[in-house]
C-alpha cells in the first residue's frame, strides 16, 4: 500500500531537516536523482520531454488500478535529482490526491528557488505537466464510470 | 615580493574601479558575489546610476520637439551621447549612429530595412555558425519575405573560421555577409578587418554584431571600414533599452524607414508622408531618453579609464582564467580561437552545465549556462550546453580564483 501523500510530503521535510547545509542537502538531492535510475530509452521521446527545461527532463505516465505512476528522467543530476523528489511524491497517488496537493515540501527543504515559474530549469513545468496528466486521468476514469 | 609579481601591467587601479559598482560588494547566499555573467549584462556604475537619477528627478521633458526650456536641455544632452558614440567608435558621421533599443533591434533594422532596399530572390545572406540567434533569425525572416537564402561560414574546432570557405561562400549573390564581432558563446574574435576587405574587393557590405566587442576593446568602424555595426548599451556598464545602429552614410540615405511613427517624418497628410532625414527617419516615437543620456556618461566613464588598458587588463585576466581552468580535471574549455576576447565556456567530461552553474551560486558565484541563444554553436561542437564565465575590467584574479575553487567543490559533491 503507497503511503498517504501528505505522509510523504512529510517524511521528505523531516529527512531534509536533518542535514546540517547546502552541501548536505544537495548532495542528499544528487543521491535522489542516482536512486531514481533511467527511463527506459523507448520512453525517452521528443512527446514525453518537458517544455523550458534547460537539462532535458522526460516525464512517462501511466495509469494503474486508478493510481497514477510517474517515471521520469533528466541528463542533469541536480534536476534529476529534484525529480526524483517529485516522483516519490506523487507517483502512486490518485488523480484526486495530485491536483489537489502541491509540493510544499519544496519551500520547506531550501529548495524553492528551482520551483520558480520564470527560472528555466523547469521544475515548475514538470509539476504543472504531472498535474495535467493527472486531470485527465480522472476525466478518462469519471468518463468510465458514466459508461458503467 | 609576491604582490608585484601577479600585479596587472596595466598602469590603472581597477581595484579602485571596482569599487565604484556598489552591486559587486553584495552577499550572495552568505558569500560574497563574485559577477562573471558579464556577457549577458554588465553592472552600471554609481556615476551612471546618480546621471539617470538626476535627469528623472530635475531634467526629464520629451526631445525635439520642444519650445520650452526643459525640452530643448534635455535633447541637448540626448543628442550630446551621438557625438560621444561618434567620438568613441570613430564614425565619420554623427548622422551615421542611429539610437536603437540594443543590438537585436540594430540587426532588425539594417535586417528590414536594407532587405527590402536591397536584397532580392535568389540573393545570399552569408552568416558565420557560431552567430547568436539576434544574428541569425531577422536574415532568416527577410529571407524567407524576399526568396533569398542564407548561407553558413563554418568554423573549426577552435571557433576560427575557415577562411577559405569563407572565400569561397562570396559570390555575386551574395547580397551582405553578416558576422558577430566577438562570438558571444565562444570568445572567438572574427578576423573582421580581413573578412571586410574581402567582402567588400566583390563589393558586398559587411555588418558586425559588435555587442560583444565593444565593451572589451577600442573599436574604430573607419579602420575597419564596416558598413553597419550593431552594439547595446546594457553589456558595457551602461543602462538596458538602449543600443546604437552604425550605419554608412551612402547606405542610411538609401534605406527606407523601419518604423512609422512621431519625429521620424517630414510632412504628414492621409494621402502622403514624406520622411526625415537620417538618423532621425529610422527613430519612430518618443526614445529611451534617460537611457540615452545614461549612456552618454557611460561613454565618459569607458574613456577615462580608456578602452587599450581595458583590452589589455582582459587579455591578462583572460590568459590566467583559461590557465587556471586548464588545470581542473574534467573541464574541457569551448572556444580556443587564436584571438579571444575575455569568455571562458566551458564544459565537464561528466557533470551537466545546469549542475556546475547551480552549485556555484550557491557560493554566491554568477556565470550563465545553457545555449547562450545560440544552439547552432551548441551543435557545431556538440555539446547540449555549456557554463560560460564572461569577464570584464572589474573583475580580478579573485573573482577567477573563487570561481575555480567553486567548480572544484561542485566536481566533488557530483563524485
Redesign the interface.
Known amino acids: 500500500m503507497m503511503a498517504d501523500i501528505h505522509e510523504i510530503q512529510q517524511q521528505i521535510i523531516d529527512e531534509f531537516k536533518a542535514l546540517s547545509d ?2 548536505e542537502r ?2 542528499h538531492i ?1 543521491k535522489q536523482g542516482q536512486n531514481l535510475g533511467s527511463l527506459d530509452e523507448e520512453h525517452k521521446v521528443e512527446e514525453n520531454l518537458v517544455r523550458g527545461c ?3 527532463v522526460w516525464l512517462h505516465t501511466e495509469l494503474e488500478d486508478g493510481k497514477v505512476i510517474f517515471e521520469a528522467d533528466s ?5 534529476k535529482g529534484l525529480v526524483a523528489l517529485m516522483v516519490r511524491f506523487y507517483s502512486g497517488q490518485t488523480p484526486e490526491d495530485i491536483i489537489n496537493t502541491d509540493p510544499t515540501f519544496i519551500k520547506k527543504i531550501g529548495m524553492e528557488q528551482h520551483l520558480s515559474p520564470t527560472r ?2 523547469g521544475l515548475a513545468s514538470m509539476v504543472k505537466q504531472m498535474k495535467i496528466y493527472a486531470m485527465a486521468y480522472k476525466t478518462k476514469m469519471q468518463k468510465g464510470k458514466a459508461k458503467a | 615580493m609576491a604582490e608585484a609579481a601577479t600585479k596587472s601591467k596595466v598602469d590603472v587601479d581597477f581595484n579602485r574601479i571596482r569599487e565604484q559598482f556598489p552591486v559587486l560588494s553584495q552577499q550572495v547566499k552568505g558569500q560574497s558575489l563574485v559577477y562573471l555573467d558579464n556577457a549577458a549584462s554588465s553592472q552600471m556604475p554609481s556615476r551612471v546610476a546618480d546621471r539617470i537619477d538626476a535627469y528623472h528627478r530635475n531634467e526629464h521633458a520629451n526631445v525635439h520637439r520642444g519650445i520650452h526650456t526643459l525640452s530643448q536641455k534635455a535633447t541637448d544632452e540626448y543628442e550630446l551621447t551621438r557625438e560621444k558614440v561618434q567620438q568613441f567608435i570613430n564614425a565619420e558621421h554623427k548622422d551615421e549612429i542611429i539610437y536603437t533599443t540594443g543590438t537585436t533591434d540594430s540587426i532588425n533594422l539594417v535586417a528590414n530595412s536594407f532587405g527590402n532596399r536591397f536584397i532580392e530572390e535568389g540573393d545570399e545572406i552569408l552568416l558565420s555558425e557560431i552567430e547568436h540567434h539576434a544574428n541569425i533569425v531577422p536574415w532568416q525572416m527577410i529571407a524567407k519575405r524576399k526568396g533569398a537564402n542564407i548561407r553558413v561560414i563554418p568554423v573549426d574546432d577552435n571557433g576560427d573560421i575557415i577562411w577559405d570557405e569563407y572565400v569561397d561562400l562570396l559570390n555575386d549573390n551574395t547580397a551582405i555577409v553578416a558576422v558577430g564581432h566577438v562570438s558571444n558563446a565562444l570568445g572567438t574574435v572574427h578576423p573582421v578587418k580581413k573578412m571586410i576587405t574581402e567582402a567588400h574587393s566583390r563589393d558586398i557590405p559587411v555588418l558586425l554584431d559588435g555587442a560583444q566587442a565593444v565593451p572589451h576593446a577600442p573599436v574604430d568602424v573607419q579602420d575597419l571600414d564596416v558598413d553597419f555595426y550593431a552594439f547595446s548599451a546594457h553589456k558595457m556598464c551602461g543602462p538596458t533599452g538602449f543600443g546604437i545602429l552604425y550605419g554608412k552614410k551612402k547606405y542610411l540615405d538609401e534605406m527606407p524607414p523601419y518604423r512609422g511613427g512621431g519625429d521620424m517624418i517630414d510632412k504628414v497628410s492621409f494621402e502622403e508622408t514624406t520622411y526625415n532625414v537620417t538618423p532621425h527617419k529610422f527613430e519612430a516615437g518618443t526614445p529611451p531618453i534617460v537611457a540615452g543620456i545614461g549612456f552618454g556618461e557611460t561613454i565618459s566613464f569607458l574613456n577615462e579609464i580608456g578602452m587599450e588598458n581595458i583590452a589589455q587588463y582582459e587579455q591578462e585576466l583572460l590568459e590566467y582564467g583559461t590557465e587556471q581552468l586548464q588545470r581542473i580535471d574534467g573541464i574541457r574549455i569551448i572556444g580556443t580561437a587564436k584571438e579571444k576576447a575575455s569568455v571562458l565556456s566551458f564544459v565537464h567530461e561528466d557533470i551537466h552545465a545546469t549542475d556546475i552553474g547551480t552549485i556555484l551560486d550557491q557560493q554566491g558565484i554568477a556565470i550563465r549556462t545553457g545555449h547562450h541563444c545560440a544552439q547552432p554553436t551548441m551543435r557545431r561542437f556538440n555539446v547540449p550546453a555549456t557554463a560560460r564565465a564572461s569577464l570584464s575590467f572589474y573583475n580580478n584574479k579573485e573573482d577567477i580564483n573563487r570561481l575555480t575553487e567553486g567548480i572544484r567543490k561542485a566536481i566533488s559533491m557530483f563524485e
Open positions: 547546502w552541501t544537495y548532495k544528487i534547460q537539462s532535458q541528463d542533469a543530476a541536480i534536476t528555466s530549469n
